[in-house]
């Protein structure tokens, strides 16, 4: 049974360019969120995604985008990186549809972008 | 913003002793989780405790809610090396919904 799985590992940019960030979630999961960690500091929530539409989002610029396909794996995007950028960034996912509330998050291992 | 503040920030102690840590927040909530972070990693889920619920154990773990001082505890009975890592806290307010995590707290536990 496949975890939460997240490419690449390791990525490296410079100012200006943009990036995609890819998530296939746990087996049987329907729902995927993005979590933004900088070093030392906790995660800190971008959006979800659920049946391929934003359920939720945090407060993120709109550089930062996303999409959810038709086998729940998700993308994030991030346009005009920045070197505040640099970060851990996370994929979870859960199951929503049919379950009841107070379900834990599963998390990959992450994709850490270095910006230069 | 940081919903859960966690405290201590770093706590060392010796292979077998009991690690105590504790996580404020500052509103309602559905349910609150505990998760751990080895170096680079991704979390791993530990315990989830309802709003409903005060206490929840867990193996070596037992987790206690006070919704009305809006604060939990994680207890981690017979440490181990092995649990060296940073602890974090998590609030959902919502069904399914966003988690807010506190910075986090780093354990040293010493062989």
């Known amino acids: 049974d496949a975890g939460v799985t997240q490419s690449p590992t390791h990525l490296i940019k410079t100012r200006g360019q943009q990036v995609t960030l890819r998530c296939s979630p746990k087996s049987g999961h329907d729902t995927v969120s993005w979590y933004q960690q900088a070093l030392g500091q906790g995660p800190q929530f971008i959006f979800q995604y659920y049946e391929e539409e934003e359920r939720q989002r945090g407060n993120f610029p709109d550089r930062f985008s996303g999409h959810q396909f038709p086998n729940y794996s998700s993308e994030l995007n991030v346009n005009a990186l920045l070197l505040g950028d640099s970060a851990l960034y996370l994929c979870a996912s859960s199951l929503l549809q049919g379950s009841y509330s107070n379900q834990p998050q599963h998390f990959g291992d992450g994709t850490r972008l270095s910006i230069l | 913003s940081q919903q859960g503040e966690e405290d201590p920030q770093a706590l060392s102690i010796q292979e077998g002793e009991n690690a105590t840590m504790n996580c404020s927040y500052k509103?309602?909530?559905?349910?609150l989780q505990w998760y751990r972070q080895n170096s680079g990693r991704g979390l791993v889920h530990l315990i989830l405790?309802?709003?409903?619920?005060r206490e929840k154990h867990s193996g070596r773990l037992r987790v206690t809610l006070d919704t009305s001082k809006k604060s939990s505890s994680l207890l981690i009975t017979a440490s181990r090396a092995a649990d060296t890592a940073s602890y974090f806290c998590?609030?959902?307010?919502?069904?399914?919904?966003?988690?807010?995590f506190g910075k986090g707290i780093t354990l040293s536990v010493r062989p």
């Open positions: 405790i309802r709003s409903n619920e």
């Open positions: 998590a609030t959902d307010t919502g069904a399914n919904s966003k988690l807010t």
């Open positions: 509103t309602s909530i559905n349910n």
